[in-house]
């Protein structure tokens, strides 16, 4: 069986491969590629605006194609020399999904749900208040010189991907995801297509990590948050929470993966005050509560540096308006850190509250600081939690799910005829 898989970002193999250093994303994908590869042959596809021609290599008995556009042409070319058996399209939202659908026979395409971005754009923004949302002439003048961070211009992207997803999906014929939610989603969004569940698998090394322990952290306790440089990630109900917790543990510290926001210095700060809007109201409400000394970002992380921040802290917290199963909460739990999660989207898929997570109502800032001084006061709590939450995603993301990819595969192509497409590379 051959296979062509399209993903939306340049996968770390391909990245080495064609010396753009170690990746920029898709280490997710890695451990799920590298047991399907033992059962048929893969050639794993991404656009690349930084190469300049159609590059592709062999590594480890797969095959990687970089494209430069990901235009319909690339696609024609790419699939006539390949002639895969099937086309498994990774995320739905991106442009070039949409191009190697129209090449691609649908009867013999995959979809994979990631986010539903319909919902994402409509959840993106929730909380945030309208004088933050609406840039001005003079913002969006500022940010055409020195691009920066408009939520307004966001949600533009936003609705724009949400709309490539409805077109896209009201040809599926097959779709697969692993939550209850998303299930719900594709049947109002795509209900001529046949629906195939299938958990995803976590990066190989969250397998054999250490299992988190609990600590004696007196009046210091830290909480993770996997991001919050945009309003979905819920950064901003985390804050007035943050507060109340500094009550009680003045010592508290809140790690956010990812960059800082930008603060050139007080001579500049206007400027980056005007193009980071939800950044700079973000950092003025932490101010204002007296937490801004209490948060800490930690800057992008590998793989290991991510596993070893979930071990040093003491509550994982998931803030977001909207997820489908984020593998951050995932990451969180098989490694037995507790967990704190708003109850949204397929979050009630992968965490049962009380059981082997704490959730909560996404905008009820109260709630969160609640739950999270819960863990903190109960030991017993904290460890049940997160015994039970390693067993639940260790369930959830079994390596064995990509059998059922494979599966799915065969199911798919048992009910269609074989196909021959034209073109090819030169």
Known sequence: MRVVWLVSVTMPQAARMFGMGSGIGGGWLESQLEALRHRCSVTVIAVNPHVKHICQGLRDGLEYILLPHGSF??????????????????????????????????????FSIQGVMTACARHLNDGVPEQVLHSSFWQRLLDGLVPGHLPDKMQEEFDASAIREQDLLKNARHVTGRTAWDKEEMARLAPQAAYYPCGEVLRAPFYEAPVWR??????????????????????HRLIPALAKIKQVYPGVKLRIAGWKPVDKGPALRWLTDAIFPYETWCRKMAQKLGVWDNMEYTGPLSCEAMIQAYLEADCFCLCSSVENSPNSLGEAMILGLPCVASQVGGVSSMATEGEDCLLYPAQDSDALAARILEILGDEALAARLGSLGRVRASRSYARENTQTLYDIYGTILDQGSPLEYKGGLA
């Not at 790419?78 to 009867?107: F, K």
């Not at 609990?214 to 979905?232: E, H, M, S």
Request: glycine share 8%; hydrophobic share 45%.
């Open 73 to 110: 042409e690339e696609f024609v070319a790419v699939l006539g020399r390949v002639q895969p058996a099937l086309v498994h399209i990774w995320g739905t939202e991106y442009p070039a999904a949409a191009a190697l659908a129209e090449v691609s026979d649908p009867d013999h395409t995959l």
């Open 214 to 235: 609990r600590r004696d952290f007196g009046d210091a306790p830290v909480l993770f948050l996997p991001a919050g440089n945009y309003p979905l990630k819920g950064l």
